[in-house]
RNA sequence: GGCGGUGUAGCUCAGGUGGUUAGAGCGACGGUCUCAUAAUCCGUAGGUCGUUGGUUCGAGUCCAACCGCCGCCA
């Protein structure tokens, strides 16, 4: 039996998912539900990816010990991963124990195979990123962040990566198809070329991370640790390593264009170094923009899966990503398409056919599905109908075994539209008003050919809307499309006589309000607000999917006293505006960048018309730090600046009037 | 700066090796049918194919320059 390993990268728990993550992992889903149909052993891993100075910090700003921090987010990836539906067979953390040892024996093995040294390094480090940087100069900024970097020099564990270029270079000319798209692949190819640096594998500036063997002082980078999550899932050294024999390597690494790098020269020579078989293939896509932007935590535009899951459900997502954006380039999503797409192609398009189809056929022939007669009955439409069906099969799955998933559904869809036009052009509901025997053996072959259409369609689709053609199948009376043999897919397998279940539309049409609905949850969704820009009146609570006829309770109780414990609650800490600017279009809302000390936050705050931007700068202001973050304008507030408001007079910041370091505690 | 990519109808995209009036889907507008989810189906409008110059009998398609956007350069 073939075998499928397909793989998402592991997500960083300093942030919690959102569509960006949703694309990837759906794209996988997709393709491991399709291998599975077709019959392939298919193991598919997700998981994530906790150690680092990042989540360390993301964890103390949180006020919570790191272990505590991964766990929810973690937990709340894999909460996400199984409200969509995704059919993951494992899921990796890189804090269990198991990815620990995997990774210490992974290391041990390119150590005793002579590729790992002690060296030292000196030079500029940023401690944001974890990065050295090269160019010339102490606190030269950091490329990633622009901060300045700190000159250190410390001792470090080297990876000979230099040792592989010629390998690797090998490696890419001789399997063409190593990366893909083509973009990618020379990107690679031309770094490559351009010369390899050993790569320094260990950090000691930190604690949060796997220890190196022998050496507890020192923590693996966090690149090498999370890269071997692909082979630890599968056991590679525990004491079971069947799971690793059985799959290992993998056929799909998918990933975001962002990590080309560390998966299409580091990975390969690790595993070169350690001895052991090379991926098959690294894909990566584009990036998800929002209405043409970058999404991104600082620019606040972010969307979470959930809204659209709650909206339009799991399938819509699943349908628009794949559906509208070209695999491999970055694609935009908005509301608006998204919606625009459910209802001309979802809606309309197969939900539509599929109740058109199926209610014809409970009426005129009492639920059982009509056999096509022969002869008389017979045309050259239905004829024009079978050929595109199984031409459809052949050229779908030629698409989709390269990836264009965009063009396959349009192959699929556009079978639709032309069953759609069978249907109007042969007027079964006319045939059926006939009571003679010759309408009625027409009328049996009109249906029977638009139902194997709808059926072929339906299956070919299942890994991508899994949700609604798997009520489309039972409605057919299909029983489990789940177990459907894919790879036997052709014209003609639906019986006479299969009898249909109850027919319910399974995409019911989304109307204008649902773009407004999804954009206020997510607007809602993250609760929180500046001082001065907080509204006075209590809006709708988030995640419901109406608005409330009856306006809220007034949320402020006149003379309410709090316990100690409530205002515990509420995290106040000293920062320091780092950048203020206007926020265009907006005229009460500056854009302000404070630090935390150790963290740098955007916070929009309402204080345009009291305070010019260039006069905050450097200021030390105080900021509710554990507010759920909220979207002004567009842009995500992660914070409220604490103000003092007069009623009808301007906000005037709170200060100290004595020093106090950055990050501190008001209590 | 070096290397690479990209720019085609309002939107998302097709347009091997240059060859009649540049295509599709969606959206918009008009019409039609009634089995179906105010769905379907038919029709209409919309593009100096980023700009300029060149090669050619002929260029969206080849070449050059320029403009815009994007990526990689640890």
């Given amino acids: ?46 998981g994530t990816d906790e150690y680092g100075v990042h989540v360390e910090r993301a964890a103390i700003a949180a006020g919570r010990p790191p272990e505590q921090w991964t766990d929810e987010v973690s937990a709340a990836f894999r909460q996400l991963w199984d409200r969509l539906g995704i059919t993951y067979d494992d899921f990796i953390r890189t804090t269990s124990e198991r990815h620990k040892r995997g990774v210490q024996a992974l290391w041990s093995k390119i150590r005793d195979n002579g590729f790992i040294y002690k060296g030292h390094y000196s030079g500029h480090y940023c401690i944001y990123d974890e990065l050295y940087v090269d160019s010339a100069g102490p606190g030269a900024p950091c490329p990633e962040c622009g901060r300045p970097t700190e000159t250190v020099q410390e001792e470090n564990y ?338 006479l006589g299969t009898k249909l279940g109850k027919v319910e539309p399974v995409f019911p049409r989304a109307d204008k309000s649902a773009v407004e609905r999804m954009q206020t949850m997510e607007e809602e969704a993250p609760r929180a607000a500046t001082a001065a820009e907080a509204p006075s009146q209590a809006k709708p609570s988030a995640g419901s999917h109406r608005t409330p006829a009856v306006p809220s309770p007034p949320s402020a109780v006149a003379n309410h006293k709090i316990s100690i414990d409530d205002f515990t609650k509420v995290e106040m800490r000293v920062g320091e505006v780092k950048v203020a600017e206007r926020v265009q279009g907006a005229d009460k809302l500056l854009r302000l960048e404070v630090d935390l000390g150790g963290e740098v936050r955007q916070v929009v705050a309402g204080i345009a018309e009291a305070y010019a931007p260039e006069t905050l700068i450097g200021r030390k202001v105080v900021i509710v730090a554990n507010l759920a973050p909220r979207k002004l304008r567009g842009l995500e507030s992660n914070g409220m600046i604490v103000a003092a408001s007069a009623e009808g007079g301007r906000p005037v910041l709170a200060s100290f009037l004595e020093d106090v370091p950055l990050g501190a505690r008001l209590k």
């Fill in 158 to 495: 080297f990876f000979r990566l230099s040792a592989f270029q010629e390998k690797l270079l090998r490696l890419y000319s001789e399997q063409p198809d190593f990366i893909r798209p083509e973009t990618r692949r020379n990107e690679v190819v031309s770094f490559v070329r351009s010369g390899l640096r050993d790569l320094s594998i260990s950090r000691s500036s930190f604690k949060w991370g796997v220890p190196v063997p022998g050496d507890p002082g020192h923590v693996v980078y966090v690149w090498l640790d999370a890269l071997s999550n692909y082979v630890t899932a599968l056991g590679y050294g525990s004491e079971d390593p069947s799971r690793f024999e059985k799959y290992w390597p993998a056929d799909l690494h998918m990933i975001g264009k962002e990590i080309v790098r560390f998966h299409c020269v580091y990975w390969p020579a690790f595993l070169m170094a350690a001895g052991l078989p090379l991926p098959k293939s690294i894909l990566a896509h584009g990036w998800l923009l929002f209405e043409e932007n970058k999404m991104s935590k600082s620019r606040g535009n972010i969307v979470r899966a959930e809204t659209i899951l709650e909206v339009l459900g799991g399938d819509a997502l699943r349908y628009f990503l794949l559906r509208e954006i070209v695999f491999g380039q970055d694609g935009s999503f908005s509301f608006d398409a998204l919606v625009q797409r459910y209802n001309a192609d979802l809606a309309n398009g197969i939900g539509n056919l599929a109740s058109r189809t199926l209610t014809m056929i409970t009426r005129y022939f009492h639920g059982e599905v009509p056999y096509p007669s022969p002869a008389a009955a017979h045309q050259t439409a239905d004829d024009a109908i079978r050929k595109s069906a199984n031409q459809a099969i052949a050229e779908y799955q030629s698409l989709f075994d390269q990836y264009q998933f965009s063009r396959a559904l349009e192959l699929a869809w556009s079978l639709v539209a032309s069953v759609d036009k069978y249907i109007v052009e042969n007027e079964p509901w006319v045939l059926g008003e006939e009571a003679n025997e010759q309408s009625r053996a027409r009328l049996a072959t009109v249906l029977y050919t638009s139902a194997e259409a709808l059926r072929i369609v339906t299956a070919l689709v299942h890994p991508v809307i899994p949700q609604a053609t798997r009520r489309i199948w039972t409605q057919f009376g299909l029983g489990n499309i789940g177990t459907f043999d894919l790879s036997s897919l052709k014209w003609g397998q639906l019986q």
């Fill in 1 to 46: 039996m073939k075998k499928f390993y397909i793989t998402t990268p592991i997500y960083y728990v300093n942030a919690r998912p959102h569509i960006g993550h949703a694309y990837t992992t759906i794209a996988c889903d997709t393709m491991a539900r399709r291998q599975r149909m077709l019959g392939a052993d298919t193991f598919f891993l997700t």
